[in-house]
C-alpha cells in the first residue's frame, strides 16, 4: 500500500509543526509500530537536529546524502550551479538515516536530513515541482506507512514540492492573535496551490499546540481560528509545558520525558486521533 504522506505545515513560525512531526513519528513509531519516514524539508533542518547528533550527521555526510543533495545534485534542471551528469544514478537509501528500528515487531523510524544548503533551491536553483511526489512515489518509499514532511514557515518552492508530494497536510496553529492571519494565509497558499497545479489539497486538520487552558483569550482565539478555518480541528489539543522542550534538547520525545502522565496521555491521545483521521 502506498505510505500516508502528510506535511506538516503552517506560514507561520515558530507555532510547533518540527517538535509535532518528531513526537507524532515517535509516537507513530513506538506504540503503534508504525515505519515512518521524516523528511526534513526545511534549510534551518531542525528535525535532522532532532534526530541525528552531530556526529551521527557528520557519519552520515561522509557515506550519504542529505534532502540539499537530493535536490541540487540529481534532479536540478538549470540554474546557478553546474548540471548534473547525465545518467546520474540515484540509490534512494543514501538519503535515509535509520533512527530507530524494532525488529520484533518490524517497525522503524527513518529520517532524511536537511542542512542549510537546501537554501540554494530558494535562491533561484530550478526544480521540477512534482519532483519530490515523483521520488516519494518510487516503489523504494512503498515500504514506509507514514511520511511526515516537516516544512519550512514559509510560501516557496519548498511548500509546492511537499504540498505537490503530500495531498495531505496537518496544520499546527497557537491560539494567538497571529494564527488568525495565518490561518488565511495557509488557506490563500493552498487556494493558489490549486490555481498554478489543479491539486487539491486535503485537510487532515488544525491542531493547536502549545495549548493554556487558564490563559486569558485562549478559547476565544481558538473560536476565531477555528471559524476563520472552517475545516477540521483536532479534538485534542496540545498543551504548553517545558517538557517538550526539554525532551527535543535531549533529542528525545515527551514520552521519554518526566513530564506528568496526563501531559503523555495526551499526546498518546493525539496520535490515536491522527491515526483514525488518516486511516
Ligand atoms: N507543546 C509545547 N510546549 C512548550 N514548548 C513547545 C511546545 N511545542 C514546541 N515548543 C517549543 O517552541 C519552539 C518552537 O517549536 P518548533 O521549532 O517545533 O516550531 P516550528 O513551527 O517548527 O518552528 P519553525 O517555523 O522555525 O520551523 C521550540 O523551542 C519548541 O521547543
Ligand atoms: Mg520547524
Known amino acids: 500500500m502506498a505510505p500516508k504522506t502528510i506535511a506538516i505545515i503552517n ?9 509535532l512531526t518528531w513526537n507524532l513519528a515517535q509516537h507513530l513509531f513506538s506504540n503503534h509500530d508504525k515505519k515512518v519516514l521524516i523528511i526534513d524539508l ?3 533542518a531542525n528535525a535532522t537536529v532532532l534526530g541525528l547528533s552531530e556526529e551521527e550527521f557528520k557519519e552520515h555526510k561522509q557515506n550519504k546524502k542529505t534532502i540539499a543533495d537530493l535536490f541540487i545534485n540529481c534532479y536540478r ?3 546557478p550551479f553546474p548540471k548534473p551528469k547525465s545518467g546520474t544514478i540515484v540509490d534512494y537509501k543514501d538519503y535515509i538515516f535509520r533512527r530507530e528500528v524494532s525488529i520484533d515487531k518490524q517497525a522503524y523510524l527513518d529520517l532524511v536530513p536537511s542542512e542549510l544548503d537546501l537554501s540554494a533551491v530558494l535562491k533561484g536553483a530550478y526544480i521540477d515541482p512534482f519532483m519530490l511526489e515523483n521520488v516519494l512515489g518510487l516503489p523504494y518509499f512503498n515500504k514506509y506507512e507514514y511520511i511526515l514532511i516537516d516544512c519550512a514557515p514559509t510560501n516557496s518552492i519548498l511548500t509546492t514540492l511537499s504540498l505537490n508530494a503530500a495531498k495531505k497536510i496537518l496544520v499546527p496553529v497557537m491560539a494567538d492573535t497571529f494564527a488568525v492571519y495565518g490561518v488565511e494565509l495557509m488557506q490563500e ?10 491539486v487539491e489539497v486535503g485537510i487532515i486538520g488544525l491542531v493547536f499546540m502549545r495549548w ?10 481558538k473560536e476565531k481560528i477555528v471559524a476563520a478555518w472552517g475545516g477540521t480541528t483536532f479534538r485534542n489539543s496540545i498543551r504548553n509545558n517545558d517538557w517538550y522542550k526539554i525532551a ?3 533529542r528525545t ?3 521519554q520525558s518526566a513530564a506528568h502522565d496526563e501531559v503523555k496521555r495526551e499526546f498518546t491521545a493525539f496520535t490515536r486521533e491522527f491515526i483514525e483521521k488518516t486511516e
Open 253 to 255: 520525545d515527551i514520552s
Open 77 to 79: 534542471k538549470y540554474g
Open 212 to 221: 493554556e487552558e487558564k490563559k486569558a483569550n485562549q478559547q476565544e482565539f
Open 248 to 250: 527535543n534538547g535531549r
Open 189 to 198: 497558499v493552498l487556494r493558489q496551490h490549486k490555481e498554478d497545479f489543479n
Open 11 to 19: 506560514m507561520k513560525g515558530g507555532v510547533g509543526k518540527t517538535t
Open 42 to 44: 526545511d534549510p534551518q
